[in-house]
C-alpha cells in the first residue's frame, strides 16, 4: 500500500501527524537506510523499510481477532449498560477500532470474530453469501426427529412470519436437557433460539463454534481473545 510517511506512522499510533512531522525534522525517520526529513514523502507499506528513532516500524492496515465470547458481555464497540466485546481487547489493539463480525447474544458465548476489515465483515454476513455458522446448543426439552426434520425444511418464525433456510439440526444427546449441533446459513435475530421456540422447545445454552471456515479454538478460555493466523485469515479471504 503507498500512501504518506506520517500517515503511516500516525495510524500505527507513534504520534499524530504534527509531531511526526516535527520528528521527521530532526532525522528521527528513515526510509530503507536513508533520513527523510520530509514525513509527506509517500511510500511503498510493501516493499519501503521505514524507521523511527531506529525501531523498524510495520503498518497494519487490517487487524483480525478470534475471541472466546463470554456470557454477559455484548458484542457491539460501546454500550450504555453492558461490558463490550471491545472492552475485553487490549488497549494496542483497540487502537485499529476494531468492531465484532455479527452479533452473539449477551447469554452466547463462543466464537466471534472481530475485525475492522468492513469488507469482510459484509461478505460474512451478507444474505446472499449463506456462510454456514455452527452453534453447539442445550435445549430443554428432548430433540426428536421430527425437529430435524422441521429444521430442514425451514422454521417459520411467526413474529415476522418468516421461513427460514434449511438448517442442519444433530442430535448428540438425547435427554433432559438434550445437546445437539446446529447449522445455520443466516443470522436473524434470537433466530435459534426462535427456531426451538417454534417446535415447542427451550435453548438453556447456546455457543458458536464455527463460522466459515473459522473454527473456534478451544485453547481460549471465555473472554480470551487471540490475532488469526496467516492460514485462517486467508481461508477467510478467499471468500471475497
Known amino acids: 500500500m503507498k500512501l504518506r510517511i506520517d500517515k503511516m506512522l500516525a495510524n500505527t499510533g507513534i504520534g499524530s501527524r504534527k509531531e511526526i512531522k516535527q520528528d521527521a525534522k530532526k532525522g528521527l525517520v528513515t526510509v530503507n537506510g536513508t533520513v527523510v526529513k520530509d514525513s509527506s514523502k509517500i511510500i511503498d507499506t510493501d516493499t519501503d523499510v521505514v524507521k523511527y528513532n531506529g525501531e523498524i ?3 497494519i492496515q487490517h487487524i483480525y481477532l478470534l475471541m472466546n465470547k ?6 457491539a464497540t460501546e454500550d450504555n449498560y453492558d461490558r463490550t466485546v471491545v472492552e475485553l481487547l487490549s488497549e494496542e489493539d483497540r487502537f485499529y477500532e476494531p468492531f465484532p463480525v455479527g452479533r ?11 475485525t475492522n476489515d468492513g469488507q469482510l465483515a459484509h461478505d460474512l454476513l451478507s444474505p446472499k453469501k449463506h456462510v ?12 426428536t426427529r421430527e425437529d430435524v426434520k422441521a429444521f430442514e425444511e425451514g422454521i417459520i ?3 415476522e412470519n418468516y421461513k427460514t433456510l434449511p438448517a442442519k439440526l444433530e442430535i448428540i444427546e438425547s435427554g433432559y436437557p438434550s445437546k445437539c449441533l446446529v447449522t445455520i446459513k443466516e443470522g436473524k435475530f434470537h433466530q435459534i433460539k426462535r427456531m426451538f421456540k417454534s417446535v415447542n422447545n427451550e435453548v438453556v445454552f447456546l455457543k ?5 471456515p473459522l473454527k473456534l479454538d478451544e485453547n481460549l ?20
Open 157 to 159: 418464525l411467526t413474529e
Open 70 to 75: 463470554p456470557q454477559g458481555v455484548v458484542s
Open 208 to 212: 458458536r463454534i464455527s463460522m466459515g
Open 57 to 59: 516500524v510495520r503498518y
Open 221 to 240: 478460555k471465555p473472554g480470551e481473545y487471540r490475532h488469526l493466523t496467516e492460514e485462517e485469515i486467508n481461508s477467510l479471504l478467499q471468500r471475497k
Open 132 to 143: 454456514d455458522k455452527t452453534y453447539y446448543a442445550e435445549v430443554a426439552e428432548e430433540v
Open 104 to 114: 452473539l447474544d449477551k447469554d452466547t458465548e463462543g466464537l466471534l470474530l472481530i
